[in-house]
């Protein structure tokens, strides 16, 4: 399928750094590309360029066929020629204005009657019947957050994007609303850019992932492919990847490498291309926790490492422990299992991980 947007465009600022937007997405028709990575990593400007409110000083940017910007050509079309909705981190709602003045605001091209209708159809999208005549300050976070959305939406944009869309909400709000959104943006079956640097809301909300950091783009891809595969030990920090260790490749036989880490070894899935070394990436729900290290027929894990527990962390219904097991290693799970274990600082345990849950990343 031919991409919809094609962006290969820079920002330079006079202090010497840069942001690029280098990215396609597949349209037109619903999908979610999640602009994903640290604070300060060059999302928002990325976004920014894309709505045509930062200049490209290199590059260009297409959608539909269309150049919305050429550096090289001069070309640089202003945001109302774009054709898009921008919902920002601030809903910048009116104060003083009711919920259907604040949905009405940008239609002034419409005749009454088709800003009637219009509204109407705004308010029974995003649930906001019978709350026509109340002003922002008296509607909830996810209540305001939907009105902005509704604003973004009522010119029928051909392209949507959001800057961190939940970030002013009260967390509990944020997973009520996350599904709510991803729902709701499939109704609209218009291609969605989103900013966030929460990993479980890109997951939840997004088709294709764009990693960045310090400006430039890391990986791109199918969202679970790149979660699940990252290229370099950059992207698999940034994405959340508790541990990233380099070993030494001993052996590769039948599709399966041994790599040796501190004083363990590792069995692992051989992606290829592998050298002398590696880098190990693990995530923390990956890694079982047991007491008792010898044989066991319960589990199809390839890796049972005699560990040390170095520390118990709690983190709401679920426990972090960290490990030493002839190298750092971080477990994730859940507090009762915890308790079940009765597992406290300094005890001996067993770290199961799969091999198949080990992801190589080759290092020469």
Known sequence: MDAHLISDAQRRYPDGTAVEARFQIPGPG???????????SGKTTVLRLLAGLERADRGSIHFGGTAWSDADRGVHLPPQARDLGFLPQAYHLFPHLSVTANLGYGLV???ARERTVRIEELLLLLDLKGLEDRRPGELSGGQQQRVALGRALARRPRLLLLD?????????????????????LRTLDIPTVLVTHDRTEALQLGDRLVVMD????????????????????????????????RGRVESVSEGMATVSVGSARILAADPGSLGQQAFLCIRGEDVAVERGCGPS??????????ARI???????????????????????????????????EGDQVCAILKAAAVHLIPHD
């Open 310 to 344: 170095t520390a118990l962390h709690p983190e709401g219904s679920l426990m972090r422990i960290s490990l030493d097991c002839g190298f750092p290693l971080e477990s994730l799970v859940t507090r009762q299992a915890c308790l079940d274990l009765h597992l406290a």
């Open 30 to 40: 619903f999908s979610v590309t999640v602009l994903f990575g640290p604070s300060g």
């Open 109 to 111: 091209s419409l005749t």
């Open 297 to 306: 027929s319960g589990t199809t894990a390839r890796n049972r490492l005699p």
């Open 214 to 245: 310090q400006g430039r783009v890391c990986q791109s891809g199918d969202i679970q492919q790149v979660f699940d595969r990252p290229t370099d030990p950059a992207v698999a920090r940034i994405l959340g990847v508790e541990t990233v260790v």
């Open 164 to 184: 961190e869309p939940l970030s002013a909400l009260d967390r509990p709000s944020q997973l009520r609303l996350r599904k709510e959104l991803r729902e709701l």
